[in-house]
C-alpha cells in the first residue's frame, strides 16, 4: 500500500481502527491528546501526534500531521456538555481550515444517526436530516462543512449506537426505572464492524458518498435491553407502558444493497 492515511482522534473506535490499517500495510498517522497516548500509538507501528482541537484553536502540529495525507479519518465526537465542552461546529470549522491549506485529497467523515433526529418508519440515506438535539444539529453542521468542499471528496457515514467488548449502552440502563421510550427500536453498531466499513470505503474506493452504519436488526429497546440485562446477569431497566409505537429504523441501504457490504459481528450477545 503507498496511501498514507491520517485518523483525527485515536480513542475507543480511532485506535483499533489504526491498528487494522497498519496491519492492511498502509503508513498511518494518529492524533492524540497526550504525550504517553502518542508514545502508545507509536509502539504499534502508528505514527503519534499530540494534537488538540477546541473552538478557540488547534493546538500541535496539525500541519505536519496532514502532509502528505492521501486520506483523513475526521473522528471526533460532539462534546459538548461536562469536562471538556466544547462548541463543535467552530471546532469543525478550525479544522476545515487547516485541511483545506493543506494536499489532502479524501475525506472520511464519522458523523451519526442523530443527524435524523426524531423521524419514524425507515430511515435510509437518501432521508432529509432533521436533528433533534443539539449536538446531532452540530454533527449535522460539521458534515456540510467538508462535504461542500470542492477541493476533496468527502464520505459521510453514520454510525448508530456503538457497542463493543467493553462497551454496551444497558450498562447504563441497568436498574433504571419509568424510562418512556420502550417501544422505540434500536439502531447499534459492533466496534467491529465500524472498522470493516471504514476499511470498506478506503478499499473500494467509496468517495462523495454518505453511508449509515447501523446492524439490520430492530427490535424494540424494551425487548432488546432485557434480554441482554439478563444475559448479563444485571438488574434489567424498567420501560413504562405506553401506546407510543412510532420511531426509527435505520436501514444501511446504500452500503449493503448498492456497495455490496455484509456485517459479521451480531450485536447480541
Known sequence: MSDTIGIMGCGWLGLPLAKSFVGQGFQVRGSTTSQEKCRALKKLGINGFVITLSQKGIEGPISTFLEGLDILVVNIPPRLKGKGAKNYERTMQLLFRSVRASTVEKII???STSVYGDAVGEVT????????????RQLCE?????????????????FGGLLGPDRHPVNNLSGRKGLTNGNDFINLVHQEDCIRILEHIVNGGWWNEIFNGVYPFHPTKKEYYT???LKRGVQPPEYKSNNHTESKKVRPFALVNVKNFRFKTSIVS
Open 227 to 229: 434480554s441482554e440485562a
Open 142 to 158: 460539521a458534515e456540510a462543512i467538508f462535504r461542500n468542499a470542492s477541493q476533496w471528496q468527502t464520505t459521510i457515514v453514520r
Open 125 to 136: 440515506e437518501t432521508t432529509p436530516p432533521r436533528p433533534a438535539t443539539e449536538s446531532g
Open 109 to 111: 467523515f464519522v458523523s
